[in-house]
């Protein structure tokens, strides 16, 4: 779902987009495929990582690291690598917990990092609904996109990318350990969804 | 300083304090009561506790249980106790971790909780620094609080307290398991304040 919407967009943006998923024929991305036109493809992770210039990672928590290492080394490395995901345990229900090794003194991103040392990654667009993610007017008024990453030239891409989907305000918060911080904003964007019985909302950084 | 900070603004509010530390002949503790005039005054954890209608925990995490725990389960039967508290590692430097024990499927407001089934513990003012919690308009604007525990009065008299420092956004996230999700907001507050090199900021919830 989130790799459909932000493949969507990037699609409406004039983006050619191959979307990767486990197998080749997979009846979702075909799906995907005939409502998204010529610019839109589908095949293997890797496949998909193969075609990229840009990778992004819209996979869920527990299948996140299989998938990217399905992707390929060799499809990722020199790559920006867009890491969306997050490590969330649902095994036991709502509200989820992070998995212990990817979380607190590890994160999903940094272990995509360490796994991939060649690859660029950039940790974004995490902390909210995907339907926030490709349109932030959504929600009114000026609020909050948190991304870290280590590589400073492949953060300003993606913040080219980020602006073009509507976001104006990026908040860089450092190399790419801030994932475990920004990972662990998810337990409480969980409760406040509960809360509001809606994912429309977000986070600002009042000064 | 969060004691002192939250101490000082009660006192100023015309509220009795009594503050506790480990031992009755604490200096930082004397120099307190003497800067605060005939309704400060100073004890051991288990004076403050038997003295307090509301007992507020501002101890550091690596201490919190210990402290609460010579407060005393008789001096915290049937009040309310707002822990302010996070459960934060600094052993390791900054930026610091949470201790796994009272992390993710538990938390420090949990522990207490546990630890003492009669008290009435309320979780808030963990997520900002302790000038802030005391002075909200410090940062302009509205942005929020979060609370939460298990008993509805005793979130309402520390909503009531709350307002009387400022407060005028005040998000009740449910029962004491929110404690899980407002403790990890830590990690992201750390790193904001590292970017900003200041502690005055504060989330703000939009939809």
Partial sequence: MVGATIGTKLVQLGHQVKMGS????????AKW???NGANASSGTFADAAAFGEIIFNCTKGDGAMDAVKAAGENNLNGKILVDV???????????PSLYPALSNTNSLGEEIQRTFPNAKVVKALNTMSCVLMVNPALVPGSHDLFMCGNDEAAKASVTDILKS??????????DITAARAMEAVLPIWVRLMMKYQSPNFNFKIVK
Avoid: Q, Y
């Fill in 165 to 174: 989907f509507g976001w104006t305000s990026i908040l860089d918060l450092g």
């Fill in 33 to 35: 495929v005939n409502e």
């Fill in 85 to 95: 995901s997050n490590p969330l345990d649902f095994s036991k229900g709502m509200p």
């Fill in 22 to 29: 486990r197998t080749a024929n997979n009846e979702k991305t």
